[in-house]
Structures are given as structure tokens and as C-alpha cells.
């Protein structure tokens, strides 16, 4: 049987004599194995969490109570958004209300109803003495997250205790409380720009008691900024509760 010995000289594939064939075998392994290692890095790199695939989990959003009042108002010539309904919002996993508790400004510093810290305080239900009411016109209210966290979800309920739409919303997020520096504009539905802050492609919404839902889509910063301009019922604005949901930034 013409068996070759891992010492033995033997012909290669080109035909030329191979003094060390156990070398040559060894180094095959070797290199075999590097090449897997360098496949399973590779796989790792593009499959980690750790590089931006977070693992997703509907929003742990607890909504308040239905509490429509009287027959809705007509709303007509309006271009509505469709109601979310109870459809979940994937975001990732642990993602907590950045904005519970946490300081509120506003434009209008003493309102007429309420105190600004209800804006997130939690109580989010439709009845008398859950919101506030601040002047007419163009206002805002603006959070302090007191720290700078990826923003996955803005939920925001103005006034659900009749059907009414709130005019001009504009949501930004920015790094300093003087939206100066990076303000970015996570929704605006101001399709006539009565804000002056630029023209908006968003559809307005009825107000409801499954809130408003604004994908955040992961920006990152550390004050949230809500305006709005009167609403289909009168010129004054209201507010609820505004959640931001989010994460520590990294
Ligand atoms: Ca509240």
C-alpha cells in the first residue's frame, strides 16, 4: 500500500516535492481556523446589539380613560391623520418616560388653569383639574429631561374630552432651553407656517385619549419643546401630559 507518513517527502499538487508535509498540514489548520475566527467576528460585528440593534418591545404606554363629552363638532375641511388606535409602537426594550417629573417652562408662565408641572405629572385623564390652560395664540410648554437621552416616542394628549383639533403642533427637540443650538423638528403639522417656525407636512389629529404618538426615531437631546396655536373649539391651548420616551444617550 503506498501509504505516505506525515514525514515523508511527498509530491504536491503541482507536482514539486514537499520536504515537510506536517508543516504544510499544520499551517492549513492554522489558517483554517483563522478564517473561521475572522468569519465568526465578522457575523458578530453584524449582528451585535452592542452596534445599534437594540431588541424591540411594544411601548409600555399606560393610557387613560375614554371620556368623550357631548356630540363632536363638525371638523369639517380638515385633513385628519387616521386615528393609531391601539396599534403597539415597537422601541427598544427598557426604554422608561424620561419626562416624568421632570421640570416645565412655557411661554405663557402662568396659566390660566392648572400648574405647568401637570404637564408630567402622570395624570393623564380627560377630567376637571387633570389639565392646564395656557393663553391664546401661539404657545408653548417645554420639558428639561436633565440629561441628554435617545428620544424613541413623544406621546402628547392636549384635551380629550371632546373631539377638537389642535392647530399648528410643532414638536422640537434641542441640546440647550433656548433652542438655539441643534433644534431639530420631530413633527409639525403647520401647513400654513401661522408659527412662523417653517412649513409642515404632517397631518393634523383629532385628540383622543390613545394620545398622540410621534416616532422620535432615536434623536438624541435634552429639552422637548411643544407649540401649538389654538384649537378647533377655541384660541386657548391645553395640555395633559406630554411622555418622552427614551434612553440614556451613549
Ligand atoms: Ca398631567
Same mark, same amino acid.
Given at each position: 500500500m503506498n501509504r505516505q507518513t506525515p514525514n515523508s517527502k511527498s509530491q504536491g499538487p503541482c507536482g514539486k516535492r514537499i520536504k515537510n508535509p506536517k508543516r504544510i498540514i499544520e499551517n492549513a489548520k492554522w489558517a483554517s481556523c483563522q478564517g473561521f475566527s475572522l468569519l465568526a467576528f465578522g457575523f458578530c460585528f453584524l449582528h451585535s446589539p452592542a452596534w445599534g440593534e437594540e431588541k424591540l418591545a411594544p411601548l409600555p404606554v399606560q393610557l387613560p380613560k375614554p371620556l368623550f363629552e357631548g356630540t363632536p363638532k363638525a371638523l369639517k375641511g380638515l385633513n385628519l391623520a387616521k386615528p393609531r388606535g391601539n396599534e403597539p409602537f415597537m422601541?427598544?426594550?427598557?426604554?422608561?418616560?424620561?419626562?416624568?417629573?421632570?421640570?416645565? /417652562?412655557?411661554?405663557?408662565?402662568?396659566?390660566?388653569?392648572?400648574?405647568?408641572?401637570?404637564?408630567?405629572?402622570?395624570? /393623564?385623564?380627560?377630567?376637571?383639574?387633570?389639565?392646564?390652560?395656557?393663553?391664546?395664540?401661539?404657545?408653548?410648554?417645554?420639558?428639561?429631561?436633565?440629561?441628554? $437621552?435617545?428620544?424613541?416616542?413623544?406621546?402628547?394628549?392636549?384635551?380629550?374630552?371632546?373631539?377638537?383639533? $389642535?392647530?399648528?403642533?410643532?414638536?422640537?427637540?434641542?441640546?440647550?432651553?433656548?433652542?438655539?443650538?441643534?433644534?431639530?423638528?420631530?413633527?409639525?403639522n403647520d401647513a400654513s407656517n401661522s408659527a412662523g417656525l417653517g412649513v409642515g407636512s404632517d397631518l393634523e389629529y383629532l385628540d383622543e385619549y390613545t394620545g398622540k404618538l410621534i416616532d422620535a426615531k432615536g434623536v438624541k437631546g435634552r429639552f422637548v419643546r411643544c407649540y401649538s396655536k389654538g384649537n378647533t373649539s377655541n384660541d386657548q391651548n391645553h395640555y395633559t401630559e406630554v411622555e418622552v420616551w427614551g434612553l440614556p444617550a451613549k
Open positions: 422601541a427598544p426594550e427598557g426604554v422608561k418616560n424620561v419626562a416624568l417629573n421632570k421640570p416645565v /417652562k412655557s411661554s405663557d408662565p402662568e396659566p390660566t388653569v392648572g400648574e405647568l408641572k401637570q404637564v408630567t405629572d402622570g395624570d /393623564k385623564e380627560a377630567v376637571e383639574g387633570s389639565y392646564i390652560e395656557l393663553g391664546p395664540g401661539l404657545q408653548w410648554v417645554q420639558i428639561d429631561l436633565q440629561a441628554v $437621552y435617545s428620544i424613541y416616542a413623544i406621546m402628547m394628549w392636549h384635551f380629550h374630552k371632546e373631539a377638537r383639533v $389642535y392647530r399648528a403642533v410643532v414638536v422640537q427637540v434641542a441640546d440647550d432651553p433656548d433652542f438655539i443650538t441643534n433644534v431639530r423638528t420631530i413633527f409639525n
